[in-house]
């Protein structure tokens, strides 16, 4: 009883201000030992340095409780009721650490806790699979520039707000961990690690960390905010990953920073999709940029890097922006910015109906690399699909299917070289990029467009046949070019139709090379300019029985695989 009174009184004096009471020691502090759950309903001043074990029961931090300080708490499960801040880390002047784990007990031994299979089989217990071990937090948590951790065995759900900025004295964000070792991760929590002011120098200090790892699914439908530069957003699943938000590991408005990463890993599939309720999703790992010195200079940072990647299927949704730009950069002293990189692989397809940048901004700004899209099999680029890398020097544009699948181009990819205001020798400056597609058929209804003030990069298309549809162009003969034109290059070991309405162009010092297979001459009833080299060449084909084209070991093709009508199901004459 005398215990319970002076711990009542520290709370009225920590609530009123007048005093900070001293933390709980032990989890019997809390709740009496057999209290499962163990309801915390008042404020409980917590520090880390003193480790709060519950065993395997479940602790509920309800709508009028709260944990102040720093925090090392293990349970059977963790909940937190919605509509109040249920972890404050006190003190402005000190970063504090919050840790949660919350374990199942192993089958043969629900006593032994564990969250991990392998730490129950390792002891001869069985599985990982006796009683809850989730996390559930419907409150907010508030910290500067704070580390947390979320680590459970079951699933881990999460709303409310998760605040961990930097704030002055401390200028980088906050580091953020959450782990489902056996099970999936849902966040709708909006998560704002920013970086905050560095108050030495004036300047803004690094975005943080973001971890999110599951066994199963993770679904983001909240934005993650990591602003600041060399931010670090990580998700990885075990099996799908959903994106229905914003995640920004941007550089900072107001410094000439550097894009973080943005790093998706899905087991299976990743898909990037609008939810209905929220504005487009916006990954955006763009430079920073900031005005200053002479003649309204404006500084701009580069890009930084994206990996998406999946085991499957990678879907990009037709409301997503995927935005990889270097900051802004222009003026007297103009700096030489580079972009960002995006990174895109699946094992399986991958759709893109977004919008992909990867521009370089500024009289010198590089794209580099660019954007690259590797499949185990087709690559689409929607009709709402836009990829566009261009600069004063244009990146790269690669698709490659492993396995020869099909790659469709609807959308619109942008190369050109941006351009810039006459420099040395009075000519306008601004180069484009190359182009690369490998993959098995390839088709084209949509743009695909190159050049520029200087000058032009190449392009090559490597597959079994090559359809460009009517309204399909392949265009490298933007801008001048004063310093020559460039090479489209076409190998494709089937058939090469440019349809009526469909166009390859470059410019007049440019030049084509079509390579096709030995006695199936390209039908090109569209507009190719300047007229194309033609190369027969022998080799291995890509015969499709039923498509209605002789291919390479077929004697005929009558569209259809059915014996008996002349052409039989291997497409050679009966």
């Known amino acids: 009883m005398k215990k319970a009174m002076l711990m ?16 709980v020691q032990s989890a019997d502090d809390v709740c009496a030992p057999a209290a499962d759950p163990c309801v915390i309903s008042t404020t409980v001043e917590v520090d880390s340095a003193y480790p709060l074990d519950f065993g395997l029961r479940t602790v509920r931090v309800s709508f009028s409780g709260e944990l102040r300080g720093s925090l090392d708490l293990s349970c059977g499960a963790f909940e937190a009721e919605p509509g109040n801040t249920w972890m404050t880390v006190l003190s402005p002047d000190i970063v504090g650490d919050v840790t949660i784990t919350a374990s199942r007990g192993c089958s043969l031994d629900a006593g032994t806790p564990c969250l991990t299979d392998t730490a129950c089989s390792d002891l001869g217990l069985g599985t990982c699979s006796a009683g809850d071990g989730g996390i559930r937090i419907a409150g907010d948590f508030t910290g500067n520039a704070s580390g947390l951790m ?13 605040s961990a900025p930097g704030k002055p004295p401390v200028s980088d964000g906050g580091t953020i961990y959450i782990e489902s070792t056996l099970g999936s991760v849902e966040s709708a929590s909006l998560v704002d690690v920013n970086a905050g002011i560095n108050d030495y120098y004036g300047g803004p ?29 990580e998700v990885d699943a075990g099996n799908d990953i959903f994106v229905l938000a914003n995640i920004f590991a941007q550089g900072r408005y107001g410094a000439d920073s550097l894009g973080g990463t943005i790093d998706l890993a899905a087991g299976r599939d990743l898909e990037i999709v609008r939810d209905p309720e929220l504005s487009r999703p916006v990954l955006n790992m763009s430079g920073g940029w900031k005005k200053g010195g002479y003649y309204g200079v404006t500084y701009g940072g580069p890009g930084g890097y994206g990996f998406l990647r999946a085991g499957g299927d990678l879907i990009a949704g037709d409301k997503a922006l995927l935005w990889g730009d270097s ?4 003026g007297a002293t103009d700096t030489s910015p580079l972009s960002g990189d995006w990174y895109f692989e699946a094992g399986d397809d991958i759709s893109m109906d977004s919008t992909v940048l990867a521009r370089a901004w500024g009289r010198y700004g590089y794209s580099l690399h660019g954007v690259s899209m590797d499949a185990g099999d087709a690559i689409h680029l929607g009709r709402h699909g836009r990829i566009s890398v261009n600069g004063a020097r244009s990146g790269e544009v690669n ?21 810039i205001p006459a420099t040395y020798g009075g000519n306008a400056y601004g180069y484009g990029g190359n182009v690369s597609v490998y993959g098995g058929d390839i088709s084209i209804a949509g743009q695909i467009r190159n050049g520029g003030p200087e000058g032009c990069g190449d392009m090559s298309f490597n597959g079994c046949r090559l359809l460009v549809k009517s ?29 009526s309405g469909g166009s390859i162009r470059a410019a007049a010092s440019g030049f084509h090379s079509i390579f096709y297979r030995e006695g199936n001459p390209p039908v090109l009833d569209g507009l190719v300019t300047p007229a194309p080299s033609l190369f027969p060449q022998a080799g291995t084909g890509c015969p499709v029985c039923g498509n209605n084209e002789i291919d390479y070991a077929e004697t005929c093709d009558d569209g259809n695989t059915a014996a008996g009508d002349g052409c039989d199901g291997m497409c050679l004459i009966e």
Not at 15 to 23: K, M
Not at 209 to 228: M, P
């Open 8 to 23: 009542c009184l520290s709370i009225v004096l920590a609530r009123s201000g007048a005093a900070v009471a001293d933390p």
């Open 205 to 233: 200090g690094a975005g943080g960390s973001v971890t999110i790892r599951a066994a199963g699914d993770v679904t983001l439908r909240n934005h993650i905010y990591a602003t600041g530069g060399y931010a670090q957003i």
């Open 399 to 419: 698709l490659f299917s492993a396995n020869e699948g099909p790659i469709s181009i609807d959308g619109r990819i942008n190369v050109t070289g941006r351009k």
């Open 150 to 162: 979320l680590r459970a065995a079951g699933d881990i759900a999460l709303e409310g707000k998760i």
């Open 471 to 499: 309204g399909g162009k392949i265009d490298a003969a933007v801008g001048k070019q004063y310093d020559g034109g460039n090479s489209n290059f076409f190998s494709m070991r089937e058939t090469v139709h440019v349809e």
């Open 327 to 330: 900051g802004q950069s222009k």
